[in-house]
């Protein structure tokens, strides 16, 4: 009967993780879709990834951002703006 108890108890906690995990991976995804829909309004547009060069799509003019340490290959906010002030 103890066994069958703890068993329970070990299922609930497996459940109640596998809820915090989609809790967790909804924020991220929220948070992603925020960072993806805020991208879209700069005018700045992602030429090569690896050297993290941007080309404004208004006036063309390129710039070299700084990646987010530890952030999947995402840049700081900043670097989507243009230095020009560019609005699209
Ligand atoms: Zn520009």
């Given at each position: ?5 703890e ?9 109640s ?25 700069q ?46």
């Amino acid at each position: 009967m103890k066994k069958v108890k703890e068993a329970n108890e070990v299922a609930e906690l497996f459940i109640s993780l596998d809820k915090k995990a989609s809790e967790t991976s909804r924020i991220r995804n929220t948070v992603r879709n925020a960072h993806i829909r805020y991208i879209r309004k700069q005018p700045m547009e992602l030429i090569n990834e690896y050297a993290g060069l941007m080309q404004c799509k208004v006036c063309g003019q390129k710039h070299l951002a700084d990646m987010k340490p530890n952030s999947n290959g995402r840049f700081y906010r900043g670097a989507w703006q243009c230095l020009n002030g560019c609005k699209i």
